[in-house]
């Protein structure tokens, strides 16, 4: 299927920009093709450049804050040309995806409320920025479709998904922005935590994996909150057994959760920078497994070694 994008002509210069994906399905680390065709209308138009730029709809650090349009990454397409009345360009591109752009396609399936879309930007003179807008669809990394589908197995239930317009303290990120996936907790591991977010920052070698426990409800002051990190490489993801792995994952950070509220001062909460800015071990080599699996031992029950922090 083909999506264009096609912007209103410009009374002032008449000039029009269609934009063209030839798949708008993609993953991080992928190159989205597609074409840029600009039109003159009846007098020529001095170009100064040609932008790609990837935008969707995220909500600032401060939660009380409305959401905004953010343009979080973007790349040259081609720099000032001259084009004639009447006459067309047509520039074709491979726009590269970063590892960590959010993902918007769960089970196979759009989420509404992340929406986004490559917009073209051709600027002109005088000052004046023509746009077209596609959108474009990014379904999950292999290691990340894993993850998503262990917790779904072990009975995690998709809360909503959401960007924040900011960085983590203590993760080195690329992107001004991050994604968080919200569950509500299984029955398994119901008790020592309510709610489950999950944070994905990937690069070309692998995954880090972010479980955030009981954010919203620390922000209520009903509880507190705890982070825990995990890293695993893309190599082999096929060949790993990706419950147990996840299972341990869980039973690792709900431990630290537990622990951190026996020895909690109810009046303070628990500072998210102490947590997110320890590094996380190394990474789980290609092929092993994290210990116990659902079926094991309760809550902090025994499991193999892991590589949280």
């Known amino acids: ?14 000039l029009s920009v269609r934009t063209a994906l030839t798949n708008p399905s993609t993953r991080p680390g992928l190159r989205l093709p597609g074409r840029v065709t600009v039109i003159a209308g009846a007098r020529d138009v001095s170009v100064r450049h040609v932008r790609l730029g990837l935008v969707t709809t995220a ?10 349009l953010v343009q979080f990454h973007q790349a040259e397409l081609i720099g000032g040309f001259v084009l004639p009345a009447g006459r067309g360009r047509t520039i074709p591109f491979q726009f ?9 396609i769960f089970g196979g399936a759009p989420l509404l409320s992340l929406r986004m879309g490559l917009r073209t930007e051709v600027a002109v003179e005088p000052e004046l920025d023509q746009g077209a807008m596609v959108p474009v669809f990014v379904h999950p990394l292999p290691t990340q479709a894993h993850v998503l589908a262990a917790l779904d197995t072990l009975g995690f239930t998709l ?14 990120q690329a992107l001004p922005l991050h994604q968080r996936v919200g569950f509500w907790a299984a029955p398994l591991y119901a008790g020592p935590i309510t709610e ?27 509880t507190h909150q705890s982070i825990s990190r995990f890293r695993i490489w893309h190599a082999d993801a096929d060949r790993r057994d990706w419950v147990s792995t996840v299972d341990g994952w869980l039973r690792m950070a709900i431990n630290r959760h537990a622990a951190a509220a026996a020895h909690a001062d109810w009046s303070a909460q628990i500072k998210e920078s102490a947590h997110v800015s320890r590094p996380p071990d190394e990474p789980v080599p290609p092929g092993y497994g994290l210990g116990g699996t659902a079926g094991g031992a309760g809550i902090g029950g025994g499991g193999g070694g892991g590589d949280g922090t």
């Open 159 to 172: 809360r909503q998904a959401g960007l924040v317009d900011a960085q983590l303290p203590g993760v080195a």
């Open 1 to 14: 299927m083909r999506y264009t994008g096609v912007s209103p002509e410009s009374g002032r210069t008449g």
């Open 59 to 68: 909500e600032p650090d401060d939660p009380s804050a409305p959401r905004r």
């Open 96 to 104: 590269p995806m970063p590892w960590e752009t959010p993902v918007n």
């Open 196 to 222: 489950l977010e999950v944070v994905f920052v990937a690069n070309s070698a692998g995954l880090e994996v972010i479980l955030w426990m009981d954010r919203r409800l620390a922000l209520a002051g009903i």
